[in-house]
């Protein structure tokens, strides 16, 4: 399990513009956002990469994934369309060490995404 700083956000000891929340789940703005919309969502039960999540959490993973597509559908863009990504270690460009999925929208997205 993870103490990282998004478990200070989860445990409200930091400011984030959270955007959902449930029992296993949150997703708030990223800081520096990447795009027009940029939110992460993250599983409360803490896993510092996606290699250390068993496969007793290949459910939570699945409910990270349509949380972020509920959240396009609510926000009205899912037709127009968006990217999530999840980053892997240092190759991977993974800057915080407790899984999340990036959801970025609101514009074209035609580079890459680091
Ligand atoms: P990674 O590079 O690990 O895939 O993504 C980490 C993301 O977390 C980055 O996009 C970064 O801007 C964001 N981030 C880092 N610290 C904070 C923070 O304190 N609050 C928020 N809202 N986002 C953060």
Redesign the pocket.
């Known amino acids: 399990m993870t103490d990282s700083?998004?478990d200070?956000?989860i445990r409200r000891e930091?400011p984030?513009?959270i955007v959902f929340e449930n029992d296993e789940l949150i997703a708030?703005?990223?800081?520096?956002?990447?795009a027009p919309v940029?939110v992460?969502f993250v599983p409360k039960r803490g896993f510092a990469t996606l290699n250390d999540v068993p496969e007793s959490e290949a459910a939570l993973v699945g409910r990270l994934l349509l949380a972020a597509r509920d959240y396009a559908r609510r926000e009205g863009f899912a037709e127009d369309g968006y990217r999530v990504?999840?980053?892997c270690n240092r190759d991977?460009?993974?800057?915080?060490?407790?899984i999340?999925l990036?959801l970025l929208a609101g514009a074209p997205l035609t580079g890459g995404f680091?």
């Open positions: 700083i998004f200070r956000i930091i984030a513009d708030f703005r990223d800081i520096a956002p990447q940029h992460l990504v999840m980053n991977g460009g993974q800057t915080v060490f407790h999340h990036h680091a």
